[in-house]
């Protein structure tokens, strides 16, 4: 794979500061991005946060997460032996970080170097059936035999097969909610294994409990860690479809495991072969699959495929910024020039403002377009981006896409 | 699709005349498209056999069909209620005449319309699942009522279900063996309901008892009659799996119904996906895959698609022939020449033939490569290959290719 500068590892204090920008209202995983971009460090960004949000339209004051909010999460995690490991830093998972939507901070237990070989991901229905279970089985330790972490998502039926199959060889799993709050509950036997070769991981605060939504949001994880994601057994609208459409955005490898038309635990795998997902009855299919992105021409078809954010965020990579530089102004060109009075650069500014809010709507669209119809430089759609997000009226979707939030009846 | 001039019907001795050289030793289908091109109609050809095959190399005289054969033929025919079609004849199944290897002569039972409705293929392991069972069931109803007569092998398991299953929409079925020896005997029965509204066809003579290796060579008539094939169970090396070849190389769709890795009636059909058939779970991914052949698009991709046969035969195709022209010389130029001496012409024609047969060799080569490796004219290689065919030399196997027989240990 393509050599990168070696990526620098956090100080105390500043993943102190990055964990209290991502738990910090509206600060998502491309958001944390953009402000560590647009401001240099999360100390700066989190001193610009209420100000962007404001001039983002929020209607009431952001809430930033406390300094004591972060001492607890750190002191539970200490506990239970739980670090938190920063997107820049090497022992941050490099498929993973690939991601658009990459969480800044993972919560980790067990071993970091599981995080560092070659993974897929297998995934699959709850209520499986004997043979579904089987083939996952016999599919897992195929693979970790041939020296491949296996990562799943911990539920019941494919997902624990999976995990116990791979126990000797390398097992990963992902959580939905905090590490403090294991789910489901009768996974904690399995993860206390689990840790001892493999690794659990967790984006969410430590003590989160976890709800409907945090899983398909976890899945991306799942997808993410992985260089394809294998489906074994899928109903209809099962959430091993959305970690599946998940690995597709994410220009990973998607397998399939066929069953029978007239099992509907295989409608759904039946439905990504249509697709064009690749079909999977033994782990040599998964082998042969995932060996170009094994060898590297991965990663480089990744570098290729920059597109949008590479446009946006501009040619460095998070991974250049220097995460201890002196915290610079970061409110963006207008507000300083706001602050010396209303000249032609201010004006100019917010007009890019009401041009990029004037082009937003309901459907999503890629930030070159906004860009281009807005006729504004990528500095100030950024900007004018992160204040949007902050102030909770714009929402990212797959691929970079932007669309404005629907109005809330209440202005909470 | 193309309109196509009329196809003529033949006369009862023209018939009579096709079908003692079909049944004539080593005419194949296309030798005897070839012997018809060159020697202008069945009767010319019939008397130019025996000095073809000896020029080819024949080392005894070449058999050919008596008339009384022929005679004993037809009148167990008429007590079966058995009519003889010739492939160039509005009767004959226009899909099928589209094939390299169409029988020259189809024997039908049962109703010639069953013919000219668009069909589709569908077929299986003998010893099939109940899924599979219910699933071809479902899939030949689903079919028929969209209008499909449903083709397949009268074979025990998934063929006779879908015979049984289209009865009533048109259930069409090609016997290995001649049709006064139907095989399996438990089919008869089912033969007898499906001629009521279908059709059960046959290219071997009317008493032939099959042998092992005539299964394999009907089932490119089952696929041929069809715009494609699906095979709904199938274990690796199985019958069903020569169809599907077949009918790829027919240029016709191939569909395959998945089924779990670890059954084993599942590892044919996984394979067929995972050589890049369509995936068939309904009826519906079956009426999806055929509507383009269907309307018409596919008659014409397969007129641009003419290659090899059209150069060596010809641009003139074979329902363009008056069956009942007056017979010419079918030796070739070389044997006029011949006959007016030893000249230039004679000379050149037999050192074509030495540098074709020298050309020739267990490898399939392409006609064309043939032709221009051996700088000789189409009409040469075209009467070459006819005379050493008929002296049993060579074989044509699949996408018009030609290779020497091997030799036999005794001359015969």
């Not at 207008?334 to 500014?349: C, I, P, T, V, Y």
């Not at 504004?376 to 797959?398: H, N, P």
Request: aromatic letters at 4%.
């Amino acid at each position: 794979m393509a050599t990168r500068p070696k990526a620098p590892k956090l100080t105390d204090e500043q993943r102190f500061d990055w964990l209290r920008l991502i738990r910090s209202e509206n600060v998502g995983p491309r958001t944390f991005r953009a402000l560590l971009k647009n401001c240099g460090g999360a100390r700066a960004a989190l001193e610009a946060l209420p100000e962007l949000a404001r001039r983002g339209g929020a209607v009431r004051p952001i809430r930033v997460a406390s300094a004591d909010e972060i001492e607890r999460e750190l002191a539970v995690a200490r506990k239970l032996g739980v670090r938190f490991v920063a997107l820049c830093e090497p022992a941050y998972p490099q498929v993973l970080r690939q991601i658009d939507s990459a969480p800044p901070v993972l919560a980790l237990a067990g071993r970091e170097e599981a995080l560092q070989q070659p993974a897929v991901a297998i995934v699959g229905s709850r209520n499986a059936s004997a043979a579904g279970l089987t083939f996952a089985d016999r599919l897992a330790r195929g693979l970790g035999q041939a020296g491949y972490v296996v990562v799943s998502g911990l539920a019941r039926g494919i997902d624990q097969r999976v995990h116990a199959a791979s126990l000797a060889t390398g097992a990963v799993g992902v959580l939905a909610g905090g590490h403090a709050k294991p789910y489901p509950s009768e996974a904690v036997p399995l993860i206390a294994r689990m840790i001892e070769f493999g690794a659990v991981v967790s984006e969410m605060p430590i003590e989160w409990e976890p709800r409907g939504r945090d899983f398909p949001r976890r899945n991306r994880i799942v997808s993410g860690l992985a260089l394809g994601t294998v489906v074994v057994e899928a109903a209809r609208g099962s959430g091993s479809l959305i970690t599946a459409r998940f690995a597709l955005d994410q220009n990973r490898q998607v397998l399939a495991v066929p069953g029978s038309p007239l099992d509907p635990r295989a409608e759904g795998t039946n439905d990504l072969l249509k697709q064009g997902a690749m079909i999977c009855t033994s782990a040599d299919d998964v082998l042969t699959a995932l060996e170009p992105a094994r060898s590297g021409d991965f990663f480089a078809s990744l570098n290729e495929g920059g597109g949008d954010e590479e446009a946006l965020w501009g040619e460095q990579s998070l991974f250049d910024v220097d995460p201890g530089a002196t915290p610079r102004s970061c409110i963006g060109d207008e507000l300083a020039a706001a602050r010396r009075g209303a000249d032609q650069s201010a004006d100019d500014a917010g007009g890019a403002r009401d041009r990029i809010m004037a082009l937003l709507g309901p459907s999503p669209v890629s930030l070159d377009e906004l860009a281009r119809a807005a006729e504004a430089t990528t500095r100030e759609v950024r900007v004018t981006l992160i204040e949007l997000e902050l102030a909770g009226r714009v929402e990212f979707s797959g691929g970079n896409r932007i669309s404005l939030r629907p109005a809330r009846g209440d202005a909470e």
